[in-house]
């Protein structure tokens, strides 16, 4: 079973900023990729970014340049730091483990495990 533990959504209006944490148990934190993917209502997955072992991150072309990945391996915690939010961020947010770290950049953004989501929404 793959332990993750998302949260940090809530509402905010466009321009403003989040920081989304999630927690992985010790297993998952050593043996996958974690990154982020979202989802909103009628709309396909789309993986948001992720970061390899080396600690090299890759971003959706959506979320380039005011999204921040980051890491604390001491507290097992993937962070997803968003700023400069637009409404069209407004989605289900999910930390996912992954076998490979590109499964976070291209379709069909399958993953071993997910958290149970928290929702991000942007108002204009």
């Known amino acids: 079973q793959v332990q993750l533990a998302d949260s940090g959504g809530g509402s905010v209006q466009a321009g403003g900023s989040l920081r989304l944490s999630c927690v992985a148990s010790?297993?998952?934190?050593?043996?996958?990729?974690l990154g982020w993917f979202r989802q909103a209502p009628g709309k396909e997955r789309e993986g948001v970014a992720t970061?390899?072992?080396?600690?090299?991150?890759y971003y959706g072309d959506s979320v380039k340049g005011r999204f921040t990945i980051a890491r604390d391996s001491a507290k097992r915690t993937l962070y997803l730091q968003m700023n400069s939010l637009e409404p069209e961020d407004t989605a289900m947010y999910y930390c996912a483990a992954a076998d490979d770290y590109r499964r976070f950049l291209r379709p069909p953004y399958d993953y071993a495990g997910r958290g149970q989501g928290t929702q991000v929404t942007v108002s204009s």
């Open positions: 970061m390899t072992r080396y600690g090299t991150a």
């Open positions: 010790a297993d998952i934190y050593s043996r996958f990729y």
